[in-house]
C-alpha cells in the first residue's frame, strides 16, 4: 500500500503563489494516475488535477486552469501542485491520492478511483 505525505500549505495573501509536494513511500506507482483534491470547509471535495505515470502527462481542472500547474520529481515519487495567483476561494485542505492502477484521462477527477490518500496540507488565502 502506498503512503501519501503532503506538504507545502500554509497561510499566504492573495495574489501569492504556493507549491505543495505529494511524495509517495511504501509501494509501486507503476502505471497510476496522481491526483490533487481540496476541501473547503462545508464543501465536497474537489478535483485540482492530476498526473498519469504511464503517458506522462499532466492535467488541471477547468477551475484552475492557467493558475495551477502539476509536475513531478527526478525520481519517481513525487508529485507537485504549483499555485499561483491564489485567491481566498483557494483556501481548503489539499488531499493527495493515488491509484493503484491505470486512470483514464477522461474519469481522472473521480475520487473512487483512488485507493491512497495522503492526510491533507491546509492552504489558507487571506489578507
Known amino acids: 500500500q502506498v503512503q501519501l505525505i503532503e506538504s507545502g500549505g500554509g497561510l499566504v495573501p492573495p495574489g501569492a503563489s504556493l507549491r505543495l509536494s505529494c511524495t509517495a513511500s511504501?509501494?509501486?506507482?507503476?502505471?497510476?494516475?496522481m491526483a490533487w483534491f481540496r476541501q473547503a470547509p462545508g464543501k465536497s471535495r474537489q478535483y485540482v488535477g492530476a498526473?498519469?505515470?504511464?503517458?506522462?502527462?499532466?492535467y488541471s481542472a477547468d477551475s484552475v486552469k492557467g493558475r495551477f500547474t502539476i509536475s513531478t520529481g527526478d525520481t519517481r515519487n513525487t508529485m507537485y501542485l504549483q499555485m499561483n495567483n491564489l485567491t481566498p476561494e483557494d483556501t481548503a485542505v489539499y488531499y493527495c491520492?493515488?491509484?493503484?492502477?491505470?486512470?483514464?484521462?477522461?474519469?481522472?477527477?473521480?475520487?473512487?478511483?483512488?485507493?491512497?490518500w495522503g492526510q491533507g496540507t491546509q492552504v489558507t488565502v487571506s489578507s
Open positions: 498526473y498519469n505515470w504511464r503517458t506522462g502527462s499532466a
Open positions: 491520492a493515488a491509484s493503484s492502477g491505470p486512470v483514464s484521462r477522461l474519469v481522472l477527477g473521480d475520487r473512487r478511483l483512488y485507493n491512497a
Open positions: 511504501g509501494g509501486r506507482l507503476g502505471n497510476s494516475a
